[in-house]
């Protein structure tokens, strides 16, 4: 079996190519080191986030590549297959952080019954989050029934419930509406989901014309807008805006719309990686927008509640959407470097919201 991996122009990321890898026969790990063969993966417009943003927050550093390519991180499951007093088993599988790569070497510190971090050096001034690898095992809360849910889902909703609990935490910033953009993306109605459930607020999507009969078939918002019809919008009421699209002219309209009753803006996501002209958001009438980045509120609530509760809030929300996802969005599966290239084009250019796509390799 061949060894390859997937690489994408950094500032063109249509343009693609696949490198050959060394066999896995031949390779032999440093002391300390192992190699984890990556089995399948996810592949979303998360991932086309990571790429978008691959300077702006370090994506581009975790799985290095040389010049003006780069490796498009992905969620997914590994094998260990090689190592050489690293502390992990052959045969354990890991749930975590991945190149689009027939496999991964890592070196692993802090290893335990329940996983392990990435101690490599290039990884280490990089969001921890990213870097660790849980052990995917009944004992440590993994239902393998649910693998490929844990690979698309997983890394979205726990940034949909990290936000919905940033939201708690500030009262909501006085918002009585909160509008999400990109209202058909895994992030957005995981969001929705959780909103709805737990909070008493009014939930607003904002969608495309083309996807507006799903999102209102999901019955999680109180109100879908398509983007071409935001002056329809309420602008007496005070509204938080979550910005899964990124799409500067959307930004703008929406503040310039509400001015001073925008009260909150953050943005999340950029699944309208190619509409990122309009005004500089600091100029913007109402609450000045900026980045939410997850880790530092899971931060924040590992500091305040403890590991054990975060994970346990997050378990309970987690098992709750399991029961409900499956009749929103299809799985499929694809196999092979062709399918590899032709799944991350279609969701480069925007995949239909009722459908998800898990990658093997082999």
Same mark, same amino acid.
Not at 237 to 247: C, I, L, P, T
């Given at each position: 079996? !061949?060894?390859?991996?997937?690489?994408?122009?950094?500032?063109?990321?249509?343009?693609?190519?696949?490198?050959?890898?060394?066999?896995?026969?031949?390779?032999?790990?440093? @002391?300390?080191?192992?190699?984890?063969?990556?089995?399948?993966?996810?592949?979303?417009?998360?991932?086309?986030?990571?790429?978008?943003?691959?300077?702006?927050?370090?994506?581009?550093?975790?799985?290095?590549?040389?010049?003006?390519?780069?490796?498009?991180?992905?969620?997914?499951?590994?094998?260990?297959?090689?190592?050489?007093?690293?502390?992990?088993?052959?045969?354990?599988?890991?749930?975590?952080?991945?190149?689009?790569?027939?496999? $991964?070497? %890592?070196?692993?510190?802090?290893?335990?019954?329940?996983?392990?971090?990435?101690?490599?050096? /290039?990884?280490?001034?990089?969001?921890?989050?990213?870097?660790?690898?849980?052990?995917?095992?009944?004992?440590?809360?993994?239902?393998?029934?649910?693998?490929?849910h844990q690979m698309i889902y997983r890394p979205l909703f726990t940034t949909s419930f990290v936000i919905d609990d940033y939201f708690d935490d500030?009262?909501?910033?006085?918002?009585?509406?909160?509008?999400?953009? !990109?209202?058909?993306?895994?992030? +957005?109605?995981? $969001?929705?989901?959780?909103?709805?459930?737990?909070?008493?607020?009014?939930?607003?999507?904002?969608? !495309?014309?083309?996807?507006?009969?799903?999102?209102?078939?999901?019955?999680?918002?109180?109100?879908? %807008?398509?983007?071409?019809?935001?002056?329809?919008?309420?602008?007496?009421?005070?509204?938080?805006?979550?910005?899964?699209?990124?799409?500067?002219?959307?930004?703008?309209?929406? /503040?310039?719309?509400?001015?001073?009753?925008?009260?909150?803006?953050?943005?999340?996501?950029?699944?309208?990686?190619?509409?990122?002209?309009?005004?500089?958001? +600091?100029?913007?009438?109402?609450?000045?927008? *900026?980045?939410?980045?997850?880790?530092?509120?899971?931060?924040?609530?590992?500091?305040?509640?403890?590991?054990?509760?975060?994970?346990?809030?997050?378990?309970?929300?987690?098992?709750?959407?399991?029961?409900?996802?499956?009749?929103?969005? !299809?799985?499929?599966?694809?196999?092979?470097?062709?399918?590899?290239?032709?799944?991350?084009?279609?969701?480069?250019?925007?995949? *239909?919201?009722?459908? @998800?796509?898990?990658?093997?390799?082999?």
């Amino acid at each position: 079996m !061949s060894c390859y991996r997937l690489e994408v122009a950094r500032a063109a990321l249509g343009t693609t190519r696949v490198i050959e890898l060394p066999a896995l026969a031949a390779l032999s790990p440093a @002391a300390g080191e192992a190699i984890l063969t990556v089995d399948k993966f996810a592949l979303t417009a998360n991932n086309i986030t990571y790429g978008v943003a691959g300077d702006m927050i370090g994506y581009w550093q975790f799985f290095p590549a040389e010049g003006d390519w780069g490796q498009i991180p992905v969620w997914g499951k590994g094998t260990v297959v090689l190592e050489n007093d690293s502390g992990l088993n052959i045969g354990d599988e890991f749930y975590g952080y991945f190149p689009m790569a027939s496999y $991964l070497v %890592v070196e692993p510190v802090q290893a335990t019954e329940r996983g392990f971090t990435d101690g490599a050096a /290039h990884r280490q001034a990089l969001p921890g989050v990213y870097n660790n690898y849980a052990l995917m095992t009944a004992g440590n809360g993994f239902d393998r029934q649910f693998d490929d849910h844990q690979m698309i889902y997983r890394p979205l909703f726990t940034t949909s419930f990290v936000i919905d609990d940033y939201f708690d935490d500030n009262d909501h910033f006085g918002a009585s509406n909160i509008i999400l953009s !990109s209202a058909s993306s895994k992030t +957005s109605f995981g $969001l929705a989901f959780l909103l709805r459930k737990n909070r008493d607020v009014k939930v607003t999507g904002l969608t !495309s014309a083309a996807n507006k009969a799903f999102v209102e078939s999901l019955n999680l918002y109180d109100q879908v %807008v398509a983007y071409d019809a935001l002056d329809t919008l309420d602008a007496s009421e005070n509204v938080a805006f979550v910005d899964m699209a990124g799409n500067r002219q959307v930004l703008e309209a929406l /503040h310039h719309h509400f001015g001073d009753k925008m009260v909150c803006s953050c943005g999340v996501g950029i699944t309208h990686w190619e509409s990122r002209d309009g005004q500089p958001p +600091s100029i913007l009438p109402g609450a000045k927008p *900026k980045m939410f980045f997850a880790p530092d509120q899971i931060q924040k609530r590992n500091q305040e509640w403890g590991p054990q509760k975060f994970q346990a809030e997050l378990s309970a929300a987690w098992q709750a959407f399991l029961v409900v996802v499956d009749g929103w969005v !299809s799985i499929n599966h694809r196999v092979g470097r062709g399918e590899l290239e032709e799944t991350f084009q279609e969701v480069l250019a925007g995949a *239909k919201p009722d459908q @998800a796509f898990v990658v093997s390799l082999e």
